[in-house]
């Protein structure tokens, strides 16, 4: 391809940039959050977070109403983290079948360390909190319940069968059974829900992006840390992948032959997250033992294995940069990629590599 149809076609990708309405953007970097193993979305009525951990770290960052980052370290290893409109919260083992919980309130930063579900067995599976107060799934004589409480006030929610998972939403917590039905566990006594409000904590997408929106205020967090908002609701429509996954970004989800995860992804992190990963090789089938990973590497597991594909890295380097966008250029006139090059270029989640994700990806690539 010549430099002169290279460069006609970098400048109808800037214009098909600008010509996407976005309303009053900006855009920032969260570098706290980039080196946590594990990062989630909060959408609330009043307020918005992005948060992760790892290790025993925590990290919140506030995008509406205002700005604020916050940090904590936690008294063992963090193995769940939720948030609600006004603190993060971490679940973390304290001991040999026991579980404490680190609270961080957002807007003082004060810290509190308190038990969780004493003297039960905590099914460390699902974590919710709402105005304070933390929810957790315990057994008991075989049995499964909802613990709720901070500290020593505490109380037990019995549900009419096995509880699945607990998850919040607009200041309240769910719990789903095992049959599929929903209890609101928060409030008083549970009731049986048929209509659940949207929002609450939500994990990675399958386009490796998160979302978080209040009003008509979009915030939208990439792979590399970079949260680009908007005044706006157009931008979300462009943004908002299909048919998000619920996986933790560090470990990817699996789709096929494919192990999609963000970029930036390491193998340590891919390695800790995911148990069931005995090796990573490149192409050429040499042994990768560091390192960001790079679409194109394969995975191994006991009796199954996959090629790795980063969202973003069209071109197989690791990271997402102008050359990425010059790649899906390229395909899109006529040149061939790759397929994992097409899967990595996908970033909407609509099965195909194209003009829209080219938009997408010039913005990440900026």
């Not at 890295?313 to 990271?319: F, K, L, Q, Y």
């Not at 899109?332 to 989640?349: V, Y």
Request: net charge negative; hydrophobic share 40%.
């Amino acid at each position: 391809m010549g430099k002169r149809l290279l460069a006609c076609l970098v400048c109808l990708a800037l214009f098909a940039f600008s010509a996407v309405p976005t309303g009053a953007d900006s855009e920032s970097v969260l570098w706290e959050l980039r080196g946590c193993s594990a990062v989630y979305a909060y959408s609330g009525k009043r307020a918005a977070y992005f948060f992760g951990f790892n290790g025993a770290s925590l990290v919140s960052s506030r995008i509406f109403p205002d700005t604020v980052t916050r940090s904590a370290e936690a008294g063992g290893s963090i193995v769940l983290a939720c948030h609600d409109e006004s603190a993060a919260y971490a679940l973390y083992r304290a001991g040999i079948g026991g579980y404490r919980a680190l609270i961080m309130d957002m807007n003082s930063g004060a810290c509190e360390d308190v038990a969780v579900a004493q003297g039960c067995a905590v099914q460390a599976s699902s974590f919710a909190a709402a105005d304070g107060e933390l929810y957790v799934i315990a057994v008991e004589n075989g049995a499964s319940f909802v613990w709720a409480g901070r500290g020593a006030e505490s109380r037990r929610c019995r549900l009419p069968g096995d509880i699945g998972r607990l998850f919040s939403r607009e200041s309240n917590v769910y719990a789903e059974l095992d049959d599929g039905s929903v209890y609101r566990v928060s409030g008083g006594a549970p009731t049986l829900c048929t209509d659940v409000p949207p929002g609450g904590t939500e994990p990675l997408s399958k386009a490796g992006t998160l979302s978080v929106q209040v009003g008509d205020r979009t915030a939208v967090l990439y792979g590399d840390g970079t949260c680009r908002v908007s005044d706006g609701a157009a931008q979300q429509s462009e943004e908002q992948p299909q048919g998000g996954q619920t996986a933790a970004p560090a470990g990817g989800y699996m789709e096929g032959g494919w192990l999609i995860v963000m970029a930036g992804t390491t193998v340590a992190q891919l390695k800790r997250t995911r148990g069931d990963v005995s090796a990573v090789t490149d192409g050429s089938g040499a042994a990768v033992t560091g390192g960001a990973l790079r679409t194109g590497y394969w995975v191994y597991g006991d009796g199954w294995q996959c090629i790795i594909v980063v969202t973003g890295d069209v071109d197989g380097s690791g990271t997402v940069t102008s050359l990425d966008v010059q790649a899906l250029m390229r395909y899109l006139t006529g040149c061939s990629l790759a397929e994992c090059g097409r899967r990595a270029a996908d970033l909407n989640g609509d099965g195909a590599a194209d003009s829209r994700d080219l938009v997408l990806l010039a913005r990440r690539a900026a």
